[in-house]
């Protein structure tokens, strides 16, 4: 358990699923607002990767994901998406923000795992 993901989520049924399917294999801190995820990534080094919801109360997804990739500080830091929009618009935009990947909701458990382990894998190095 040595990588620690930030999840930022608003809905508490899904980040309690997160953090119950991903705390056996990795270090997690939740948080329900982009605010919150800003001052987590700022006064933590440790964070290996950002679970990220796009459509949030206050700061947006989209918005925690252009400050992150202009600052470089977290210019390595993998940004994985989780969204319930099937919007491709929406997709685009986010990949063309800095999301590594974007898993649309509601996901296969094995799959987001493979992609976190793969993003974590990548930028561990």
Same mark, same amino acid.
């Given at each position: ?17 997160? %953090?119950?399917? #991903? ?9 329900? @607002? !982009?605010? +919150?995820? *800003? $001052? &987590?990534? =700022?006064?933590?080094? %440790?964070?290996? #990767? ?9 700061? @947006? !997804?989209? +918005?925690? *994901? $252009? &400050?992150? =990739? ?38 296969n458990p094995q799959e ?14």
């Amino acid at each position: 358990m040595d990588h620690h993901i930030l999840i930022v989520e608003d809905d508490p049924l899904m980040v309690a699923f997160l %953090d119950e399917f #991903l705390s056996g294999n990795f270090q997690t801190t939740k948080v329900t @607002s !982009g605010e +919150e995820a *800003l $001052e &987590i990534l =700022r006064s933590e080094t %440790d964070v290996a #990767l950002v679970i990220l919801d796009l459509f949030m109360p206050g700061m @947006s !997804g989209f +918005e925690l *994901l $252009e &400050i992150v =990739r202009a600052d470089a500080g977290f210019d390595r830091l993998p940004v994985l998406v989780l969204s319930g929009s099937e919007k491709s618009e929406d997709r685009v935009r986010a990949l063309e923000a800095g999301a590594d990947d974007f898993v649309i909701k509601p996901f296969n458990p094995q799959e987001l795992a493979a992609r976190v382990k793969n993003l974590i894998r990548r930028t561990a190095g």
